[in-house]
């Protein structure tokens, strides 16, 4: 599933945030870093919610810098392939 501009900018500066630091950025830290101001956290909060809902992140409730980065692009399911010889249907890499 693809991500919303917005959403992206979220993931994009979460990433960036943790190759600079060595560790996830707070949710005032994303709004700053996102050009939000600090005071618009649920803002934050909805977006990173929005990321965890598609498989972009995740994060343990209630605890500082706790986001995790899963992954930074849309997975697609694998194909499987068709064989007409009886072989099992496995993914394709």
Do not use: C, W
């Not at 934050?44 to 598609?54: A, D, G, I, M, N």
């Not at 995790?68 to 997975?75: A, E």
């Amino acid at each position: 599933m693809s991500l919303t501009p917005r959403q992206k900018d979220v993931l994009d500066f979460i990433v960036s945030y943790q190759k600079e630091h060595g560790y996830t950025p707070t949710y005032g830290e994303i709004a700053v870093g996102i050009g939000n101001s600090a005071k618009s956290l649920h803002g934050v909060h909805r977006l990173v919610q929005r990321l965890k809902e598609r498989g972009y992140v995740t994060s343990t409730h209630g605890s500082e810098r706790s986001i995790q980065v899963l992954r930074t692009s849309p997975v697609d399911a694998p194909v499987l392939a068709s064989h007409h010889s009886g072989g099992s249907n496995q993914p394709q890499t």
